[in-house]
């Protein structure tokens, strides 16, 4: 049994709607669906996922991990040429839940050193209510994306077809969904996301960068 939640549930999002951003509004004549990337840059994965994007002639947005952007400052400069947008996902994949606010905080701007967006994913969704005060207080621009609909293309107990059904019978206009270009998450991501994307033609659905 999976333990997250495919579909972000709705009651979720009304009592962090003031926070936090699940999903975005929907223009119903030119309906929209935005795919992020988390945990990047990748050699392969990032790589893989630029050349199927530009297939679709699709944007999207990845969530980069500061670490990650120095020892693969190629392929991020290669996310930026193309016309994706970037977003921060911490120096360290740091867990809010298990730091202090000043602790994260202080990752979350050593990545922006290198990543420069005021967008941010918490690593596994998890950031305190403290955490995101404190961050707004710095700097009221910050954007904190979460996400509608989860791949689950991390979970090493599901096959890559089930990934691919998480997110085809879930996505819908207006949402953010989440994929990784990572190694773990390579052999399900890498099956789905053509998938996705022929899908998402197929619906004549626009495929967007979220705001920055």
């Given at each position: 049994m999976a333990s997250y939640w495919v579909k972000t549930p709705w009651w979720v999002k009304k009592f962090f709607s003031t926070e936090l951003i699940w999903s975005m509004p929907v223009d119903h004549?030119?309906?929209a669906v935005y795919l992020t990337f988390d945990d990047g840059p990748h050699p392969t994965a990032t790589t893989f996922i630029l050349e199927q994007l530009e297939q679709y002639n699709a944007k999207a947005t990845f969530f980069c991990i500061g670490k990650n952007v120095l020892e693969q400052p190629k392929i991020f400069e290669a996310i930026k040429s193309k016309g994706h947008s970037i977003g921060n996902?911490?120096?360290d994949h740091m867990n809010g839940w298990k730091n202090t606010p000043a602790t994260y905080i202080k990752n979350i701007f050593k990545a922006a050193k290198?990543?420069?967006?005021?967008a941010l994913r918490p690593p596994y969704g998890r950031i305190t209510l403290t955490q995101v005060k404190t961050l707004h207080r710095k700097n009221p621009n910050w954007k904190i994306y979460m996400w509608?609909?989860?791949?689950g293309d991390f979970d090493t107990d599901i096959s890559a077809g089930k990934c691919a059904e998480h997110v085809l019978n879930n996505i819908e206009p207006g949402s953010i969904v989440?994929?990784?270009d990572s190694d773990k998450?390579?052999?399900r991501m890498s099956?789905?996301?053509?998938l996705v994307l022929e899908h998402c033609k197929k619906m004549n659905w626009q495929i967007k960068a979220l705001p920055q």
């Open positions: 004549n030119a309906p996902h911490t120096h290198y990543i420069d967006s005021k509608d609909v989860l791949s989440v994929f990784h998450a390579w052999e099956y789905a996301l053509p």
